[in-house]
């Protein structure tokens, strides 16, 4: 219904550079959406994917989810100060459909991994700060999985 036009940026993934995931602030994205879903806020993620896969704009998100467009504006700039509007697009697209893999560890406000009540912080800064060790093997996991995609002889980038 609302269309952001959205350009496939350069990959430059050529036999010896480095996937453009590794460029800095793609790994921080990363991080960061694992700990959102190991931290079962689906609900953000939702945003996410409506905001970055769907190309909703914050206004139709808003009155879909009940979610004020300035909180949804919050969320995608974090993400875009990390790595620029274009190739977040590009990064969430991927990224956003293999969480499915990553299993929630709170249940409700409590952590089911260290017992602590978390409703003092944020959840997924809970986690991050608390479980970095489980954050960081699921987040390369999820990374390691967009690389043979982007490595692909044939992707139909
Ligand atoms: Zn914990």
Known sequence: MISIPVQIVCLGVGAEVPGWWLLQGAEDVARYLVALALANQWRVIRVLH?????????????????????????????????VG????????????????????????????????PVDNMPIAAHIILFHKDLVDKAT??????????????AADK
């Open 50 to 82: 409506m905001y970055y896969v769907e190309n909703y704009s914050p206004s139709v998100i808003e009155s879909v989810l009940n979610i004020p467009r300035s909180s949804v504006r919050g969320y995608v700039q974090r993400i875009n100060t990390r």
């Open 140 to 153: 390369h996991s999820i990374l390691n999985r967009v690389e043979r995609v982007e490595r692909a002889p």
């Open 85 to 116: 509007s274009q190739r977040a697009h590009v990064l969430l697209r991927q990224l956003i459909p293999k969480l499915k893999t990553v299993s929630p560890v709170v249940n409700g406000d409590k952590c089911m991994l260290c017992n602590r």
